[in-house]
């Protein structure tokens, strides 16, 4: 698996050029692995290689550049590795759900995992703010994908299930963040408990 912490090019993807694409890209690069706190507009300026009114032309404010990244992330990491990773992996639904821990497992091995950004960014925004409501909604699109795995399997009661199972994805996340790489093998373990004891409709 390539790293996934930064952004590549794909078929779906926007070509990487202009002013605005280098832009985003440095602020992709630099908001995954550091976070939006830590990471000035001077800084993402430095890395974009372009001029302070360049950014502000296509960029208003640090916080919409924030929600461009967080989008950017949903496609890129949400969509096009996650999702497909646990679709082309599970040969079941509930195969593809536990898929998800071991594509977790993989990612957690790469020397620059950097967590969740949507998790950093929910942690480091202010309550109730745009960016703290867009890194909430991004999350809750990830359980999309959870619900519709569950529903597939022929689970019960799939509010809850993608609740629980989102909390096994988020725990062992910030659990590698501590340094627990096995973190992942772990929670898929759990995850099998659960799959095995959830009710069917």
Known sequence: MTSISIASVSPGSPALNGAKERVLQAAYELFAQHGIGAVGVETIIARAGVAKMTLYRHFKSKEELVLAFLQRREILW????????ILTTGKTPTEALLAIFDAFDQWFQQPDFEGCSFINVL?????????HRAATAHLADIRTIITSQAAAAGLADLEKFAQIWHFLMKG????????????AKQAKEAGALLLKSWPRV
Request: hydrophobic share 30%.
């Open 78 to 85: 949400t969509h096009q590795w996650l999702e497909t990773e």
């Open 172 to 183: 062992c996340i910030i659990s590698a963040n501590e340094g627990n790489l096995s973190a």
């Open 123 to 131: 942690l480091e925004s202010t309550p109730n703010s745009s960016i």
